[in-house]
C-alpha cells in the first residue's frame, strides 16, 4: 500500500512539473498538457489510479490543496484596483452569478435532459469561473489592465459562492425530501449563517492576527510562510466543519483581508507561494483527469455534446452581456469577458464532491 502510493505521488508530482517545463519551454497553455498526461497514465494506460491509491483521503487531500490555491488568489485581490473596475466587478460577481445560475440549469433541463435536481446542481458549478485557469493567463497574456481586474476578481469570488451554492443545492435535494418545507428552509439558513459567518469572522481575524505579529516582528522570516499556510488550512478546515464547501470561503476571506491590510514582507512571501500553487494546481489536474473513467466517457451521448456547446457559446455569452447591460463596460470589454469563462480546479473539485452525494440522494446519472 505504502509502496502504491510512493509510486503514485511519484507519476503525479513529476508529471505534472514536467508538463509545466514543456509548457512553458514552448508556450502552450499547460492545462491542456497536465489533462492529457493525466487521461493517458490514468484512464489510458492504467498507471495510475488516484481513488484506489490514496482511497477515502484523496478528496479531503483535494480539499486541502484547493484551499491553499484559494488563498493565495485572495492575495492577488487589491481594493484599490476597484476605483478603475468596481462597477465592472460588482456586475460580474453580483448580477452576473444568479443568470449564469438560472441559465445554466435551464440549459441543463431542456438541453442536457437532466431532471431540475441535478440541473441545479449543474447550474452551481457552472457559476466557477476558475482562478487556476485564469490567474496564469493573466500572467502570460498582456490584456489591458481594466479587462484583467474583471477576469482576476470574479474568478476568485465567485469560487467560493458558487462552491456554497452547490453545497445548498444539494443539501436542499438531500434534506426536503425528510423534512417539511419550513423546517428545511429554517435549518439551511442558520447552516448557511453558521458556516458563512464562522468563515468570514475567522478569515478576517486570521489576517489582523498576521498584521499585529509581522509588524512587530514576533514572527521570525523563517516561519511567516509555513505559518500563513497553516492559518489558510485553518481558515478552511473549520468553517467546513459546520458546512460544506463554507471552508473555500475562510481561505478566500484571509488572503483578500491579508492583501489589503498591506503587512509588511507579504510580497516577498508570494513569490513562494505562487511556486507552490504552480505545484499543487499541476497536481490537482493530473489527479482528476487520471481519476476519469473511460467507461463513462463512452457514454458520452449527443444531449452531453449539445450542453457542453450551448454551455460554451450560449450561457456564459448571454450571461455576461445581460449583467453588464448598460454599464460603463466598453463592448469590446463585454465580448472578451463573456468568452473567457473556463471553468478551474474549484469547479472540478466540487463536481467531483457533487456526485457521490447526489448518487446517494438517488439521482443516480443525473436523472
Same mark, same amino acid.
Not at 505521488?9 to 509548457?23: D, M, P, W
Not at 499547460?30 to 492529457?36: E, Q, R, S
Not at 471552508?247 to 507579504?266: D, E
Not at 511556486?275 to 457514454?299: I, Q, Y
Given at each position: ?13 513529476? %508529471? ?180 458563512? %459567518? ?142 473567457? %469563462? ?9 463536481? %467531483? ?15
Amino acid at each position: 500500500m505504502e509502496q502504491g502510493v510512493a509510486t503514485a505521488v511519484l507519476c503525479i508530482v513529476a %508529471g505534472g512539473i514536467a508538463a509545466q517545463v514543456i509548457a512553458s519551454r514552448f508556450r502552450i497553455p499547460a492545462i491542456v498538457l497536465l489533462l492529457g498526461l493525466g487521461f493517458l497514465i490514468g484512464p489510458v494506460l492504467g498507471l495510475l489510479h488516484p481513488s484506489q491509491a490514496f482511497g477515502p483521503n484523496l478528496r479531503p487531500l483535494i480539499g486541502l490543496a484547493v484551499a491553499i490555491v484559494v488563498f493565495e488568489g485572495g492575495l492577488a485581490l487589491d481594493f484599490r484596483e476597484l476605483r478603475a473596475a468596481g462597477e465592472g466587478v460588482l456586475r460580474l460577481t453580483a448580477i452576473a452569478l444568479p443568470i449564469n445560475f438560472v441559465l445554466g440549469t435551464v440549459a441543463a433541463h431542456l438541453v442536457g435532459g437532466m431532471l431540475w435536481g441535478p440541473s441545479a446542481v449543474f447550474g452551481a458549478i457552472l457559476v466557477v469561473t476558475g482562478p487556476t485557469v485564469i490567474l496564469p493567463l493573466l500572467r502570460h497574456a498582456r490584456l489591458e489592465r481594466r479587462s484583467a481586474a474583471f477576469l482576476r476578481w470574479e474568478a476568485i469570488v465567485n469560487d467560493p459562492v458558487g462552491a456554497i451554492l452547490t453545497a445548498i443545492v444539494i443539501e436542499i435535494l438531500v434534506g426536503l425530501p425528510h423534512r417539511s418545507g419550513e423546517e428545511a428552509v429554517t435549518d439551511l439558513a442558520l447552516h448557511l449563517a453558521e458556516g458563512a %459567518g464562522a468563515a468570514a469572522v475567522l478569515g478576517v481575524g486570521s489576517a489582523f492576527l498576521v498584521a499585529w505579529a509581522f509588524r512587530r516582528d514576533l514572527v521570525p522570516e523563517t516561519l511567516k510562510t509555513p505559518l500563513l499556510l497553516a492559518l489558510a488550512l485553518v481558515a478552511y478546515a473549520v468553517p467546513n466543519l459546520l458546512m460544506h464547501e463554507a471552508g473555500l470561503i475562510g481561505a478566500t476571506v484571509f488572503g483578500i483581508a491579508l492583501a489589503n491590510l498591506h503587512v509588511p514582507g507579504i510580497a516577498e512571501l508570494r513569490r513562494f507561494k505562487e511556486a507552490l500553487v504552480v505545484l499543487l494546481v499541476s497536481c490537482l489536474f493530473v489527479v482528476l483527469t487520471a481519476d476519469l473513467d473511460l467507461t463513462v466517457l463512452g457514454k458520452l451521448s449527443l444531449p452531453v455534446i449539445a450542453l457542453t456547446a450551448t454551455t460554451l457559446f450560449v450561457v456564459r455569452p448571454a450571461a455576461l452581456w445581460l449583467a453588464t447591460w448598460r454599464s460603463d463596460l466598453t463592448w469590446r470589454e463585454r465580448l472578451f469577458v463573456g468568452w473567457i %469563462g473556463p471553468r478551474g480546479i474549484v469547479a472540478a473539485a466540487v463536481a %467531483g464532491l457533487a456526485g457521490p452525494r447526489l448518487s446517494e440522494a438517488g439521482y443516480a446519472g443525473g436523472t
